[in-house]
């Protein structure tokens, strides 16, 4: 599988931005989709995952404010942001991890296909 990720930007404190991932293959729809982000001189953290029948997870720190969402037809998983912060500014990486139960998707490490990544910037 291969990730491409795109649609990162300026933005200023308060706006919106949707970033995508678009995947390679046929198998998109039973993979569990992931974000994850990483800050200048921070490690990398989750920021929220969707499972292919809809079910979603999300980092504290964006709960109500982003949404992932897929598109199974398209092969794509999008992250909606909204009341963006500036500590939300980082390089968002998207993630494939074939579906296993029990396993703890907030880890990186569970992940098996990852994106280039796309910078988010937000203003003050």
């Known amino acids: 599988v291969q990730l491409q990720a795109s649609g990162g930007g300026l933005v200023q404190a308060g706006g919106s931005l949707r970033v995508s991932c678009a995947a390679s293959g046929r198998t998109f729809r039973r993979y569990v989709m992931g974000w994850f982000r990483q800050a200048p001189g921070k490690e990398r953290e989750f920021v929220a995952c969707s499972w292919s029948g809809g079910s979603t997870y999300y980092a504290d720190s964006v709960k109500g404010r982003f949404t992932i969402f897929r598109d199974n037809a398209e092969n794509t998983v999008f992250l909606q942001m909204n009341s963006l912060k500036p500590d939300d500014t980082a390089v968002y990486y998207c993630?494939?991890?074939?579906?296993?139960?029990?396993?703890?998707?907030?880890?990186?490490?569970?992940?098996?296909?990852w994106g280039q990544g796309t910078l988010v910037t937000v203003s003050s």
């Open positions: 993630a494939a991890a074939d579906y296993s139960s029990s396993v703890d998707y907030t880890k990186g490490s569970k992940y098996d296909y």
